[in-house]
T-cell receptor, first 115, second 116 residues
Framework: AQKITQTQPGMFVQEKEAVTLDCTYD???????LFWYKQPSSGEMIFLIY??????QNATEGRYSLNFQKARKSANLVISASQLGDSAMYFC????????????FGKGITLSVRP | IAGITQAPTSQILAAGRRMTLRCTQD?????MYWYRQDLGLGLRLIHY???????GKGEVPDGYSVSRANTDDFPLTLASAVPSQTSVYFC???????????????FGAGSRLTVL
């Protein structure tokens, strides 16, 4: 079984500052992938970044980076130089390596960027 | 069509009525999924299909059925809607076979369903 935990209440960050959104996970799969999705107020789900459990480097995609700490089972999303358009709900998700493994989501974190 | 199309965008439905949410993708992805999103609960998997002709149950399948007659279409049916099925429903698709579960899901825009 897989479990994703996102426990932060609504987060606030000043424009142009960095922010970290926390995610911890639990799984019995020996290999797995971790994902972050963004959901703006318009409602669509936007893929941001992926980290494989055996990847040697932390994933980065533009202003997004994933702080992956395997021993702690955490996969925090770091957004650098926050922009007003970053205000959204952010979901952490994971999927095991098996053919029948499905993507499991956390409950999400709301981020508000202040001008 | 580019990506995933869901219909209807929004619907109000009387309890007890039958409803089918449509989902069509043009990316030739072999896997498709239905999730529901509820405040405070995130997205929960209802049903999935790894390939045309096969379907499986997710975390919250009760009260829902799906079919996968071809690669592109994956309709979700509520046989007799109840108020607890009021939710936003997302259809998604992906390729399969990536290492470490790397297959990224592409989502539709969602269907907001209200059951009164």
């Amino acid at each position: 079984a897989q479990k994703i935990t996102q426990t932060q209440p609504g987060m606030f960050v000043q424009e142009k500052e960095a922010v970290t959104l926390d995610c911890t996970y639990d799984t019995s799969d020996p290999s797995y992938g971790l994902f972050w999705y963004k959901q703006p107020s318009s409602g669509e789900m936007i893929f941001l970044i992926y980290q494989g459990s055996y990847d040697q480097q932390n994933a980065t995609e533009g202003r997004y980076s994933l702080n992956f700490q395997k021993a702690r089972k955490s996969a925090n999303l770091v957004i650098s130089a926050s922009q007003l358009g970053d205000s959204a709900m952010y979901f952490c998700a994971m999927r095991g390596d098996g053919a029948n493994s499905k993507l499991t989501f956390g409950k999400g974190i709301t981020l508000s960027v202040r001008p | 069509i580019a990506g995933i199309t869901q219909a209807p965008t929004s619907q109000i439905l009387a309890a007890g009525r039958r409803m089918t949410l449509r989902c069509t993708q043009d990316m030739r992805h072999n896997a498709m999924y239905w999730y529901r999103q509820d405040l405070g609960l995130g997205l929960r998997l209802i049903h999935y299909s790894n390939t045309a002709g096969t379907t499986g149950k997710g975390e919250v399948p009760d009260g829902y059925s799906v079919s996968r007659a071809n690669t592109d279409d994956f309709p979700l049916t509520l046989a007799s809607a109840v108020p607890s099925q009021t939710s936003v429903y997302f259809c998604a698709s992906s390729v399969t076979g990536g290492r470490y579960g790397a297959n990224v899901l592409t989502f539709g825009a969602g269907s907001r369903l209200t059951v009164l």
